[in-house]
């Protein structure tokens, strides 16, 4: 699956409209087959099914229904993580997702889907490029969500075919000396290509050890800021199998990046600049557009809250009995803030970064916002402890 077309089906669930049926939100992890997954849905399943009676049982069995024949017929092969929603009733929804990559078991039912597993999923493998070396070929491989999805070049078979064919001894050794020579430029000025264009920011290089050193030592400083980590692999390796063996330094670096993502919401927070911190200052720049990045740990825990199906505010807290702070509608429900403030970041097109390990962020609350602009009272409030300080700098005060 390439990422755009998953951050298309996340926008899809993300603006999902409510019904009156339930949406069935189902992950599973098939990196050890039936044996890994099939116990924890069974399980888990049989406890939802208690909590429905009448057509809500009959909406969440018609949905379950759809779930359970697509595992029996329609997952793939080598496939590692599944993600699949399902909804009954007079508007059923069903769309099933498939992955290279493991994702966790996992099953819920709400009135709306569950994205936060398929965002963090999105964020700590999305794309990158592996060019493949060894002293007989050379290929180019793009990987999407862990998956080769394209291959954008590999080396030109009319080389091949000329060796041995009237060739003199001679030109065969000049031959041999020069081809790794013209892979390596070839092979750079296709990179060059691809990264200047946009669409991929990562580079792994893999193959022959003397090969890849020698691409390396030739990068120019652009793509060389863009290398990740480079990785023996020989000529008989299958393509699925180096791309598997890159994935783990793949992860480590995005990982690097979160972190990086962290100090600058540190330092923004401690210069008083484009950044809030905290569950209920992240909720209110979300639910007014302002965030350009929503930084969340994936240690931080949900807590108990309410989301408005009228406008979709949400907030922390008991709203029994209450109408919407926003909107002053009572079409209230239960809320699962991590989920919404997720939910509300892929609505907005806001970026979400998922930090495996941060101690500072837990510190402030787990979550945080870097800005796009500050709200009008925000800028006001800005304006004037600017004009504070001048005044002091220039004895007015």
């Given amino acids: 699956m390439e990422l755009k077309e998953l951050q298309q089906d996340i926008r899809t669930l993300a603006t999902l409209e409510e019904t009156s049926s339930q949406a069935i939100s189902c992950y599973l992890n098939l990196e050890d087959g039936t044996a890994g997954y099939r116990n924890a849905l069974d399980e888990r399943a049989g406890i939802l099914r208690k909590t429905f009676s009448g057509e ?34 007079r508007q059923p929804f069903f769309l099933p997702l498939q992955f290279r990559v493991p994702l966790p078991n996992w099953l819920v039912v709400n009135s709306i889907p569950n994205i936060y597993h398929l965002v963090e999923l999105k ?3 999305h794309r990158f490029v592996v060019m493949i070396s060894t002293e007989e070929s050379a290929r180019i491989v793009a990987v999407n969500l862990g ?3 394209e291959e954008l070049w590999k080396e030109r078979p009319e080389l091949r075919k000329r060796v041995g064919r009237g060739w003199t001894k001679e030109h065969y050794q000049n031959h041999r000396r020069n081809r790794t020579d013209q892979f390596i430029k070839e ?28 691409v390396r030592n ?41 972190q990086a993502v962290v100090e600058r919401l540190w330092e923004e927070m401690h210069t008083d600049g ?27 825990e949900s807590e108990p809250g309410w989301s408005c199906a009228a406008c979709g505010a949400a907030g922390m807290g008991d709203w029994k009995r209450k109408v919407c702070s926003e909107c002053g509608e009572q ?67």
């Avoid at 120019?220 to 180096?242: C, E, F, H, Q």
């Fill in 56 to 89: 809500e049982r009959k909406d969440f069995e018609a949905a379950l229904g759809r779930i359970e024949e697509f595992i029996q017929t329609g997952l793939l092969p080598d496939v590692k993580g599944a993600a699949i929603f399902a909804r009954g009733g």
């Fill in 123 to 125: 964020d700590t493998y």
């Fill in 147 to 149: 998956e080769v999805t």
């Fill in 187 to 214: 092979k750079i000025q296709v990179l060059e290509q691809l990264m200047s264009a946009g669409r991929y920011a990562h580079l792994i290089l893999a193959g022959n050890p003397r090969i890849t050193a020698r």
């Fill in 218 to 258: 030739a990068l120019p400083k652009p793509l060389a800021a863009r290398l990740v980590d480079t990785i023996v692999a020989s000529g008989s390796d299958r393509i699925s199998d180096v791309v598997a063996a890159t994935i783990s330094s793949f992860v480590e670096q995005e990982e690097r990046e979160s």
């Fill in 274 to 300: 484009l950044a809030v911190v905290g569950i209920r200052e992240t909720l209110q720049a979300l639910q007014r557009s302002q965030v350009d990045v929503l930084v969340m740990a994936k240690a931080y």
């Fill in 331 to 397: 079409q209230l429900r239960d809320a699962d803030i991590k989920e919404e403030m997720v939910r509300m970041a892929e609505r907005n097109g806001c970026h979400v970064e998922i930090v495996n390990h941060s101690d500072v962020l837990m510190q402030i609350g787990g979550v945080g916002a870097l800005l796009r602009y500050l709200a009008p009272g925000q800028y006001l409030w800005e304006l004037h402890d600017q004009a504070i300080k001048q005044a002091r700098a220039y004895g007015q005060l």
